[in-house]
Nanobody, 123 residues
Framework: QVQLVESGGGMVQAGGSLRLSCAAS????????MGWFRQAPGKEREFVAA????????YYADSVKGRFTISRDNTKNTVYLQMNSLKPEDTAVYYC????????????????WGQGTQVTVSS
C-alpha cells in the first residue's frame, strides 16, 4: 500500500510560479515511477508529467513542456512539480500518482493516487 499526499497548491497570477510536492509513504519510494495529472472543471483528467524511479527519464505533456519540471528526491520520498510561467489554462486540481511498472503517461496504469491539490491561475 502507498499513501500519497500533495501540497503546494494555491492561487497565483498568470506568469507566476508554484512548486507542488507529493510525499509518499508505504512501500519503498524508489521502487515506483511517479506522475502528475490534472483535472479542470468539466474536463477529463490529463497527463502533465512523469518521472522514472531513478529520475533518469522524464516525460511532459506538450502543453507544459518548457514551463514545468518534474523531479524527485528518493531520500525524502517526495516528487516535485515546479511550475513556471503559469497560465489561466493551467487551473486545475493536480494529482500525483504512483506506478509500480515502467514510467508511463497513461493514467490508467497508475496504481495509487493522492487526494489532489488545487491550482488556480488568475489572468
Amino acid at each position: 500500500q502507498v499513501q500519497l499526499v500533495e501540497s503546494g497548491g494555491g492561487m497565483v497570477q498568470a506568469g507566476g510560479s508554484l512548486r507542488l510536492s507529493c510525499a509518499a509513504s508505504g512501500r519503498p519510494f524508489s521502487s515506483y515511477a511517479m506522475g502528475w495529472f490534472r483535472q479542470a472543471p468539466g474536463k477529463e483528467r490529463e497527463f502533465v508529467a512523469a518521472i522514472s524511479w531513478s529520475g533518469a527519464s522524464t516525460y511532459y505533456a506538450d502543453s507544459v513542456k518548457g514551463r514545468f519540471t518534474i523531479s524527485r528526491d528518493n531520500t525524502k520520498n517526495t516528487v516535485y512539480l515546479q511550475m513556471n510561467s503559469l497560465k489561466p489554462e493551467d487551473t486545475a486540481v493536480y494529482y500525483c500518482a504512483a506506478n509500480f511498472g515502467v514510467v508511463t503517461t497513461n493514467g490508467n496504469e497508475y496504481d495509487y493516487w493522492g487526494q489532489g491539490t488545487q491550482v488556480t491561475v488568475s489572468s
